[in-house]
Every structure is written in C-alpha cells, then in structure tokens.
C-alpha cells in the first residue's frame, strides 16, 4: 500500500528449532570443516602423488568447486524445500564420507592406482559439496524479512569466512602436529554425525544420524587394517623405518613410500644408496683424508652422511637444517643418533638455515632436501646458491643430490644456475644420464652435482666413484656445457621446479 511504513515482506519461513546462535554454530562449522577436508587431503594424496605444486593446485581447485556448486545447488534448493529437513543429511552424510575417506584413499592407492584421481576428488567434492550447501540452507530459515536481508546474508557469510580461516589454522600449526591423519578425519566425521543428531534433535527432522554412526565407526576399523600405514605421522611424512632383513643392524627410512634413508647403525661408514657413495666421494677426493670439517646440510633424513663424516672424520661438526621436527625424533628413537656424535640438528627450512650461517664458515655445504622427488624451489635459485657461496670459506664445496627422469629439464636448470654461480661446476651420474653414453640408455634417476670456487681433483673423484663400484661418470668442461645446452636460471622470481621435473614414469620406460 502507497505509503505504508511497514516493511516489505517476503514468504515466512518458521525458525522454530534454529535460532541466531545454533545458525552461527552450523555456519562456523562447517565452513571450517571443508578447510580441515582440503588440508588433510593434501597429506593423504602426497605419498601416491607427490608433495608438488600441480597435487596442491589440483587440491585446491577441487574443494572451490565443491564449495561453489554446494552454495549455489544449495540455495536452489533451499527455496523448493523446507531446509530444516536438508542441514541434518548435510553433514551426518559429509561426515560418513570423511570418515571413510582413510580407508578409501590408501586402498584405491594400494589396488586400483588409476582410478585414484578419480576417487579422492569424489572424497573432497562430496563433503565439500554437502557441508557448504549448509550456509545457504541456515540463511534461507533466518531470514524473513528483505529489511534484514543484508545483515543476515553479511553475517553468516562473515561467520562462514571465520570458520574457514579457524579450520585451516588449527589444522595447519594444532591437528597435524599433533594427530595422525586418519585420526584428524575420524574425529571430524564423529563431530560432523553428531552435529547432524544434535539438528535432528532441535529440528525432530530427519533421523539417519544413528546409521551413519556405524558407518564412521567401520571407518575407523577400516582405517587400522588400510594398506599404506604409517609407523609415525609427522608434520610433513607418513613415515616407516623398515628393518634390513639381511645382516647386520641396517634400517631404512621410507617418507611417502619413498626409501630416503639407509642407516647402519653398527657401521656408519656403510653407505648403502649409490648417489650417498657418490657425495662421499666428492667429500673424501675434495679433503685431505681424515681432516675434520665444518659441515651444514641441507636436509637430513636419517643423516646417513653426517654419521659418515662423524665416523671418517673425528672432530667433525655437521650442522644440519631438517624442515621436519618428526624425523628429527626418529632419528633419535629409532636409528640410533647419539647425542656425542657431533651432528646439531636444528628444526628449520633449508634456506633460513643458509642465513643464519656466518660468512665463510663451512668447508661443505650438503644439499640433500627433498618434498617427495622434488628438491624445494626456493633451495634450487640463483639467489639461494649466493648464499651457498657466501657461507662456505676460499675452499669450500658443495654438492648437492638431484632427482630428475625424461629430458632432464630440472637437472639441466640446476646445473645452469650453479654455472652461473660457481666458477667450477661437475656432474656426476650414469654416463648416458649425463651425456657421457647413448642416449636411448638414459633412465634417469639420481644425480650428484659438486660446485666451488676452487678446482676440485675430478680424477681423484673418479677413482673414489671406481673404488665404491658406482659406475657412474663425471662430466664437466665442454661435456656439461653441451649437456646443459640452453637451459633457463632458476630464480627466486621463476623458478618452475614441479614443471620442470619428470618423475619416474613406467609408461616411458624410466
């Protein structure tokens, strides 16, 4: 009516059962529950698809899309049913889903590896589709009149947006760190089924809460008998240390369902992976035999070559930089680090390690950090090696472990950028992997590159690679320009590392 003061209104819907509180509750909730789903994904997939940029992309862009398509099939919905008989299926089915989801993910990994992608991006769509249709549901019953429709909308949104932020940290610096994964989505599915019981209740809607009860709990039984377990879950790692069934005390430590590590802890002078032979190499060719040195690591794993040069090299001080507190215990605990063996871990990234260090103050700097197959980028630039350079004294070295398979492309950037820092740059490996043998030999694999300002004695190098039965070769001079050809500096602008990199590939032969 022309003139009337009252406000427009639009089709009531009854809040009875959902007042400001509980929708602030659900809203929060399950916003942060779709965080908490996108993260702990991440760290289920890295041991089957590794910890690369395209795994967090791809991550990422499937738990938008969830949220995207369950706001807006949401909202349709919404307005052709009564919500109050939507928000409890919600999230007691989003919450069976994640509870399964351990289980689910390790087995496809184990038994059907091609249909994994396929699986884990139904594990996050689902949830996430689900739990994000709760807001527009919850907004549909609080709002009754379009003189409210802008504060309802804005703080439901903003609640929704806090829970995310709060999902995501406490996943990020509290749940990781301190629950194992499988633990983390079984307690978010047991909270999620509650919370559906607890909408049921207010609501006396919908009553399928008990069901999925159960079916969290054979989620949980599920998750203990799952192929790809984990001794320790660490912040970064689902790791195991696997006994050598042959003699002697031999361990490995297996990150990801990748060998890292070989530790004798009888015998650390026994060197058991090829590319540890070579870099001891360099070490024993490139020093006066038995003289102790400064040493820093980048990355440390079970800290087979600090326990070498400790063993080879009495008064040696090894200064390691290891990213993962949980392997730094593991060494401990399992593979027999004493406190007296002269090796100082500190539990920090690789790079801010590098800036800690005095100028000129290390004979050897070690690069042997890796996220799955993939050396960090930001431990691969021409800027970091500037600080490699700045720390090591007149005749320092470093060398570094490098992984690479197919065209090589990543190693061959690398080796660049070392060139473009260092006056004398050697590679090591299989001849054919570095030019030194046909090319249709080529598999890939590891490779060892030395850099420093001085000469090292590549044919002393040599012998020590002959006398350990590596077969493998040293390139350098004209062999490693023409080896490298016109590869692109890696810098902290552009530094492509995940792209560049082949991983091992059955159907290509490597």
Same mark, same amino acid.
């Given at each position: ?113 091609? *249909?994994?992608?396929?699986?884990? #991006?139904?594990?996050? +769509?689902?949830? @996430? !589709? %689900? =739990?994000? $249709?709760?807001?527009?549901? &919850? ?36 749940? *990781?760190?301190?629950?194992?994964? #499988?633990?983390?989505? +079984?307690?978010? @599915? !047991? %909270? =999620?089924? $509650?919370?559906?019981?607890? &909408? ?49 005390? @031999?361990?490995? =430590? ?257």
């Amino acid at each position: 009516m022309t003139g009337s003061s009252t406000s427009p209104v639009v089709e009531s819907t009854p809040r009875e059962g959902l007042g400001p509180r509980a929708a602030a509750i659900l809203v929060f909730g399950s916003s942060a529950a779709v965080l908490v789903v996108e993260i702990v994904a991440l760290r289920l997939l890295a041991p089957y698809l590794g910890l690369t940029l395209e795994t967090s992309t791809m991550v990422i862009g499937i738990a938008l899309t969830a949220i995207a398509f369950g706001s807006w099939l949401g909202g349709v919905i919404a307005d052709q049913v009564d919500p109050r008989r939507l928000i409890g299926p919600s999230l007691g089915v989003s919450g069976a889903v994640v509870a399964l989801t351990p289980a689910v993910l390790r087995s496809t990994a184990e038994w059907a590896p091609a *249909v994994l992608l396929v699986i884990a #991006s139904l594990t996050i +769509l689902v949830p @996430g !589709a %689900l =739990l994000s $249709a709760v807001t527009p549901f &919850v907004t549909k019953l609080r709002l009754t009149s379009l003189a409210e429709t802008g504060t309802v909308v804005g703080r439901l949104s903003g609640i929704g947006t806090v829970g995310a932020i709060v999902g995501t940290v406490l996943t990020g610096f509290v749940l *990781v760190s301190r629950l194992p994964v #499988s633990g983390i989505l +079984l307690g978010l @599915g !047991a %909270l =999620l089924v $509650a919370g559906s019981a607890w &909408v049921e209740w207010r609501t006396r809607g919908w009553t399928g809460a008990p069901a999925l009860a159960l079916v969290v709990a054979a989620g949980g039984l599920a998750a203990t008998v799952a192929p790809g377990g984990c001794d320790v879950e660490t912040k970064y790692h689902c790791a195991r240390v696997v006994a050598d069934p042959g003699e002697g005390d @031999g361990r490995t =430590l297996v990150l990801d369902g990748l060998r890292h590590s070989y530790v004798d802890i009888d015998d650390p002078t026994h060197l058991e992976f090829e590319y540890v032979r070579a870099v001891a190499s360099v070490v024993d060719a490139g020093f006066p035999q038995g003289e102790p040195l400064v040493a820093h690591h980048l990355g440390g794993g079970g800290l087979t070559l600090p326990r070498y040069l400790a063993a080879t090299r009495p008064g040696t001080r090894s200064l390691v930089s290891e990213i993962d507190g949980g392997v730094v215990r593991i060494n401990h605990e399992r593979l027999g680090l004493r406190p007296e063996a002269g090796i100082d871990v500190r539990v920090e990234d690789g790079r801010l390690g590098l800036r800690r260090l005095d100028t000129g103050s290390r004979d050897l700097v070690v690069g042997d950090a890796f996220g799955g197959v993939s050396v960090p980028w930001h431990l691969t630039t021409v800027e970091a090696m500037a600080d490699v350079r700045r720390v090591l004294d007149d005749g320092g070295v470093y060398v570094a472990n490098l992984i690479d398979h197919g065209d090589m492309d990543f190693a061959r950037a690398e080796v660049a950028t070392l060139g473009e820092t260092f006056p004398h740059v050697a590679l090591l490996g299989e001849p054919a992997d570095i030019g030194l043998g046909p090319a249709a030999a080529s598999k890939g694999g590891n490779l060892v590159v030395l850099a420093s300002d001085r000469p090292v004695d590549l044919r002393a190098v040599q012998r020590a690679l002959d006398a350990r039965h590596t077969g493998w070769k040293i390139a350098t001079g004209e062999d490693l320009t023409s080896w490298t050809g016109a590869a692109r500096l890696l810098t902290d602008d552009h530094a492509p590392v995940d792209q560049l990199l082949q991983p091992y590939s059955p159907q290509n032969g490597r």
